[in-house]
């Protein structure tokens, strides 16, 4: 348990409390999010021989449709696969969470509020329905966390410097092709680590460490540069994940949406992010104090605020306030348990040199248990588990298609039919995605005019021309709490 103990406690608690928490989970019928049935799709067109960008549209990073492509090798129709990138994603979570907590206090001590972070961070209003892109991006937010503590508070020698900047340059890089608007958080670990390395090292050591920084962020981009350049489709990888998403999807080119309206919307954002999500909004705002308490030194009484700051501030500053937009300022709520931490170490030892084994083990069963109740109660996806197969509509209008019939989904980002079916995409727009293309209209009425597909899946409305070639064969209702929306299920005639 020495060795392995970290590992197991965080495959344990990321499994139980995930069980629970995520629509992917084998405990739910099927997740009907639509965005990341939109990622569920695009990973199954890339298996399937298709090319993310130039034959399918959405606008989110490569890494992403790669993981739920294998995924979708593990499990054709259903998100199994996903679940279990989703517990992997949120193990190496845990794991760097309790080594850092380790690092504060003791072992015994990361085990008790391993499950307390975990519950705090994927039962929380942030997490919504599982399967986000920001979720996978957790592991690599939280081993740069870790090892900014290391450079902050022990003297590496030059060899661990060179581990540390290149492992976390590989996590930019991966995370830049995931979702690029993190990058204020690595900007502000590069901040804060340079001007602490500044007065311990000389400046060509310094220079070294940022140039290999950039290097090996650099380096994860590379096959993908290559499969776009083979496939002729580097400049659909810039249209689409770069300068859509800046131009198109965002407010930050509004004239509008000027400096002022910017920050007043982002401030009151974060008003609602931490009243919906106290759970682990409590721990960061605990960490801001307790570090600006218990540690010396400037930088590292502020290093957690001013990342949170970043991080925040890039995120939303395009004016979008999707709730799992904020899933990457989970990672900061490490620093905030592990202070706690040290607190309860000190209040323990205060009362007895040496803590009873038998003690330990029952503080670590009642609050993993008592993690695993608030998770289970407290997610927005509590209820979705007591649906029956007869209470969702996906798996109703599944029984008209078959594998091999073609489909498009209109006025809706992909709400799980493809899946469901095991349909492969064959339009470049097979959705009505969130962005505001003329393009993806015009294109999409097309292929109602053409009569393209087998069937047409068109939500809220019934589109224009559509009678032309097709005639409708159910109509189904999506109730659930906070969310009603009317399906309409076409078939070509």
Same mark, same amino acid.
């Given at each position: 348990?020495?060795?392995?103990?970290?590992?197991?406690?965080?495959?344990?608690? !990321?499994?139980?409390?995930?069980?629970?928490?995520?629509?992917?989970?084998?405990?739910?019928?099927?997740?009907? +999010?639509?965005?990341?049935?939109?990622?569920?799709?695009?990973?199954?067109?890339?298996?399937?021989?298709?090319?993310?960008?130039?034959?399918?549209?959405?606008?989110?990073?490569?890494?992403? &449709?790669?993981?739920?492509?294998?995924?979708?090798?593990?499990?054709?129709?259903?998100?199994?696969?996903?679940?279990?990138?989703?517990?992997?994603?949120?193990?190496?979570?845990?794991?760097?969470?309790?080594?850092?907590?380790?690092?504060?206090?003791?072992?015994?001590?990361?085990? #008790?509020?391993?499950?307390?972070?975990?519950?705090?961070?994927?039962?929380?209003?942030?997490?919504?329905?599982?399967?986000? !892109? *920001?979720?996978?991006?957790?592991?690599?937010?939280?081993?740069?966390?870790?090892?900014?503590? #290391?450079?902050?508070?022990?003297?590496?020698?030059?060899?661990? &410097?060179?581990?540390?900047?290149?492992?976390?340059?590989?996590?930019?890089?991966?995370?830049?092709?995931?979702?690029?608007?993190? !990058?204020?958080?690595?900007?502000?670990?590069?901040?804060?680590?340079?001007?602490?390395?500044?007065?311990?090292?000389?400046?060509?050591?310094?220079?070294?460490?940022?140039?290999?920084?950039?290097?090996?962020?650099?380096?994860?981009?590379?096959?993908?540069?290559?499969?776009?350049?083979?496939?002729?489709?580097?400049?659909?990888?810039?249209?689409?994940?770069?300068?859509?998403?800046?131009?198109?999807?965002?407010?930050?080119?509004?004239?509008?949406?000027?400096?002022?309206?910017?920050?007043?919307?982002?401030?009151?954002?974060?008003? +609602?992010?931490?009243?919906? /999500?106290?759970?682990?909004?409590?721990?960061?705002?605990?960490?801001?104090?307790?570090?600006?308490?218990?540690?010396?030194?400037?930088?590292?009484?502020?290093?957690?605020?001013?990342?949170?700051?970043?991080?925040?501030?890039?995120?939303?500053?395009?004016?979008?306030?999707?709730?799992?937009?904020?899933?990457?300022?989970?990672?900061?709520?490490?620093?905030?348990?592990?202070?706690?931490?040290?607190?309860?170490?000190?209040?323990?030892?205060?009362?007895?040199?040496?803590?009873?084994?038998?003690?330990?083990? !029952?503080?670590? #069963?009642?609050?993993? @248990?008592?993690?695993?109740?608030?998770?289970?109660?407290?997610?927005?996806?509590?209820?979705?588990?007591?649906?029956?197969?007869?209470?969702?509509?996906?798996?109703?209008? @599944?029984?008209?298609? /078959?594998?091999?019939?073609?489909?498009?989904?209109?006025? @809706?980002?992909?709400?799980?039919?493809?899946? #469901?079916?095991?349909?492969?995409?064959?339009?470049? &727009?097979?959705?009505?995605?969130?962005?505001?293309?003329?393009?993806?209209?015009? *294109?999409?009425?097309?292929?109602?005019?053409?009569?393209?597909?087998?069937?047409?899946?068109?939500?809220?409305?019934?589109?224009?021309?559509?009678?032309?070639? &097709?005639?409708?064969?159910?109509?189904?209702?999506?109730?659930?709490?906070?969310?009603? *929306?009317?399906?309409?299920?076409?078939?070509?005639?």
């Amino acid at each position: 348990m020495n060795k392995y103990g970290l590992i197991i406690w965080s495959f344990v608690c !990321a499994a139980v409390i995930l069980l629970f928490t995520t629509r992917s989970s084998v405990l739910f019928l099927c997740n009907n +999010w639509d965005d990341a049935n939109s990622y569920f799709s695009m990973g199954k067109g890339m298996m399937n021989g298709l090319v993310i960008y130039r034959d399918l549209y959405d606008q989110k990073g490569p890494y992403l &449709y790669l993981l739920y492509g294998i995924a979708y090798l593990i499990s054709h129709k259903t998100f199994f696969g996903v679940f279990l990138f989703e517990i992997g994603a949120a193990m190496i979570f845990l794991f760097a969470t309790g080594k850092y907590i380790e690092r504060k206090s003791s072992r015994i001590v990361a085990y #008790v509020l391993m499950p307390v972070v975990g519950a705090a961070a994927y039962a929380s209003w942030s997490f919504y329905f599982g399967g986000a !892109a *920001e979720e996978f991006c957790l592991p690599m937010l939280a081993i740069a966390v870790y090892y900014l503590d #290391v450079i902050l508070h022990d003297e590496p020698d030059d060899d661990v &410097y060179r581990r540390i900047f290149t492992v976390v340059g590989v996590c930019t890089g991966i995370v830049m092709q995931i979702k690029y608007t993190l !990058a204020g958080f690595f900007f502000a670990w590069i901040l804060v680590s340079m001007i602490w390395m500044a007065g311990k090292k000389s400046f060509y050591f310094c220079a070294k460490m940022f140039g290999r920084f950039i290097v090996f962020a650099i380096i994860p981009s590379l096959p993908w540069m290559i499969y776009f350049i083979l496939t002729g489709s580097l400049d659909d990888w810039f249209r689409c994940y770069i300068y859509n998403n800046i131009f198109h999807y965002s407010h930050v080119s509004s004239e509008e949406y000027n400096l002022f309206t910017k920050f007043y919307e982002i401030s009151k954002t974060l008003y +609602w992010l931490i009243r919906d /999500s106290y759970s682990y909004s409590a721990l960061i705002i605990a960490g801001f104090g307790l570090q600006i308490v218990m540690e010396k030194g400037i930088i590292r009484r502020i290093s957690s605020a001013l990342i949170f700051a970043c991080t925040y501030v890039v995120i939303f500053i395009g004016g979008n306030k999707l709730p799992y937009y904020s899933i990457p300022l989970i990672v900061l709520a490490i620093p905030g348990a592990a202070y706690i931490g040290r607190l309860l170490q000190l209040a323990l030892k205060k009362y007895s040199k040496e803590i009873p084994a038998a003690f330990c083990i !029952a503080g670590c #069963v009642a609050v993993f @248990a008592a993690s695993v109740l608030f998770a289970a109660n407290t997610t927005m996806n509590a209820n979705y588990r007591s649906f029956k197969k007869e209470d969702v509509w996906l798996l109703k209008a @599944a029984e008209h298609l /078959s594998e091999d019939d073609t489909l498009l989904e209109l006025n @809706a980002i992909d709400p799980g039919l493809y899946t #469901v079916t095991g349909i492969v995409p064959t339009c470049e &727009y097979f959705q009505t995605n969130g962005i505001n293309l003329e393009t993806m209209f015009e *294109e999409q009425k097309k292929y109602l005019k053409e009569g393209r597909t087998d069937y047409v899946l068109a939500a809220q409305y019934e589109p224009e021309f559509i009678d032309e070639h &097709y005639t409708l064969l159910e109509t189904y209702e999506y109730l659930e709490k906070d969310h009603e *929306e009317v399906f309409f299920l076409y078939k070509k005639r």
